[in-house]
């Protein structure tokens, strides 16, 4: 399967709830101010937002578009908009700038973070690059056992410490082991802090401040993993985070689970934070570079660009 046809399995379920609507809405007729303001109220229970459906819907207007228009029309104007919208926070992680290149990965619980690095791990490793973990969600033994478990699968080295232990303590060795092993890529993976906890934030913070007693550049990247399933709770999540962990860039996953994709258009509206890859499935190879023109035609259902 190539890369758009998995990116459009992925939003499908997003883009049959915006097509069949958009369907009812346009049929074959004008874009008059009422059709316009049903465009509008579409896009904003698409999860897009209340900022970027507006923008959309105004810049539509000012085509001043004569006569009818179709459902296929509107969707290439629709792609065209979001593309826009989207094309700013297109940007790929270059984790090669620095050796060993540092991330830390961060999220609430459930939002795949320990997955989203296993499936890392396997592209970096398969650019010829060199790869250690650290597991850092130290409260929990699953999240331990688990990235271990993606580490055997893909060969790489896994820094763990017992259940419990102490977070900061196992960042600052696994950084001590990637330097003096000549690691390329040391991936963190910390506890899903829930944005209200106010201890585990703190402890995020301390997280990198201990790194930083080592080297003051680290981390190189700190990435925020986050559920596309939560509609806009995901926002809100993203705002948090932006203090707490220095957020640096996004990964959005489980896109294939919901139809809520309109969310990631809102919070790089909110954010203007970089989205480096995006999740529509369980496997390695649906972890994909995030490209904003791919993105807005397979969100609106249309073919992707020749």
């Known amino acids: 399967m190539g890369i758009f046809d998995r990116l459009k399995t992925g939003l499908s379920r997003s883009s049959r709830a915006l097509g069949e609507n958009l369907g009812s809405i346009i049929g074959r007729r004008r874009l008059d101010k009422e059709t316009l303001q049903e465009l509008e109220e579409l896009l904003i229970s698409s999860d ?78 398969s650019e010829g690059k060199s790869v250690m973990l650290a597991a850092g969600d130290t409260f929990r033994a699953a999240a331990i056992e688990q990235l271990t478990i993606w580490g055997e699968r893909a060969n790489v080295p896994v820094v763990t410490t017992k259940q ?18 000549g690691t390329d890529i040391l991936m963190i993976d910390t506890a899903g802090r829930l944005q209200s906890n106010t201890d585990l934030m703190a402890e995020l913070e301390k997280i990198i401040r201990v790194l930083r007693k080592i080297d003051p550049n680290v981390p190189h990247a700190s990435l925020l993993i986050l559920d596309a399933t939560t509609g806009q709770n995901a926002l809100a ?36 934070l970089p ?32």
């Open 275 to 306: 989205i480096h890859y995006i999740g529509v499935g369980e496997t390695a190879e649906d972890l994909l570079l995030f490209d904003a023109s791919s993105y807005a035609r397979a969100l609106v259902g249309l073919e992707d660009i020749a």
């Open 164 to 181: 419990g232990g102490d977070a900061a303590g196992l960042a600052f060795d696994a950084l001590q082991q990637a330097k003096t092993s």
């Open 48 to 125: 897009l937002g209340l900022s970027a459906s507006a923008d959309i819907i105004a810049n539509i207007a000012q085509k001043k578009i004569e006569g009818d228009v179709s459902e296929a029309e509107v969707k290439e104007m629709l792609a065209s908009e979001i593309t826009d919208k989207l094309t700013p926070h297109s940007s790929p992680l270059n984790p090669y700038t620095h050796q060993p290149y540092v991330i830390l990965m961060t999220g609430v619980n459930g939002a795949g973070k320990t997955t989203t690095i296993g499936k890392l791990a396997n592209k970096f490793q």
């Open 237 to 272: 999540q993203a705002e948090i985070f932006q203090k707490s962990a220095e957020t640096s860039g996004i990964i959005m996953t489980k896109l294939d689970g919901t139809a809520r994709g309109g969310v990631l258009v809102a919070i790089a509206e909110r954010l203007h």
